[in-house]
């Protein structure tokens, strides 16, 4: 399957910059705007563990407090034996972003590579519509 190079690079390159002294799990994710620029983040940990931010969070964070908001796609890798997933707030993140048929790539270092889709990464996804009340 074609993934798109120039995403897989600059995720890639932030396998480098991943500040993982817990996990050692370096993570790297590029996102891609529509109008062509490409946002990029690692994973950045804590030593109160739950205040690590994802490297998808991240590249969308970064994005969004560059201006932007228009995606268009998003890679993510790690040098696992599969290819990295998602966790859930990652998962909850993007689905606030990008739309339900925006492609997602999911990778590793060894050449594995699954295409999927936001909507089917967090089916029924909890969003703007759903904060009405009475
Ligand atoms: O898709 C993923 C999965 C995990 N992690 C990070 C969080 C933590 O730093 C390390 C282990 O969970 O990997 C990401 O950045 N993205
Ligand atoms: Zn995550």
Redesign the pocket.
């Known amino acids: 399957m074609m993934i798109p190079e120039d995403l897989y690079q600059a995720a890639t390159k932030m396998l480098t910059r991943?500040?993982?002294p817990?996990?050692h799990?370096?993570?790297?994710?590029a996102l891609l705007t529509k109008t062509g620029e490409i946002y990029t983040?690692?994973?950045?940990?804590n030593a109160a563990?739950g205040s690590?931010?994802?490297?998808?969070?991240?590249a969308i964070f970064t994005a969004v407090a560059a201006g932007q908001r228009q995606f268009k796609a998003l890679l993510?890798t790690?040098k696992t034996t599969e290819v990295?997933?998602?966790?859930g707030a990652?998962r909850q993140v993007i689905s606030e972003f990008c739309a339900d048929e925006m492609p997602v790539y999911l990778t590793n270092q060894t050449g594995k590579i699954k295409q999927t889709t936001v909507g089917q990464l967090l089916p029924g996804a909890f969003t703007a519509e759903d904060l009405t009340h009475e």
Do not use: D, L, M, Q
């Not at 799990?25 to 994710?29: D, E, I």
């Open positions: 991943a500040y993982v817990y996990s799990f370096p993570v790297g994710a983040g690692c994973n950045i940990e563990y690590t931010n994802c490297a998808e969070r991240t993510i790690g990295i997933v998602p966790c990652c």
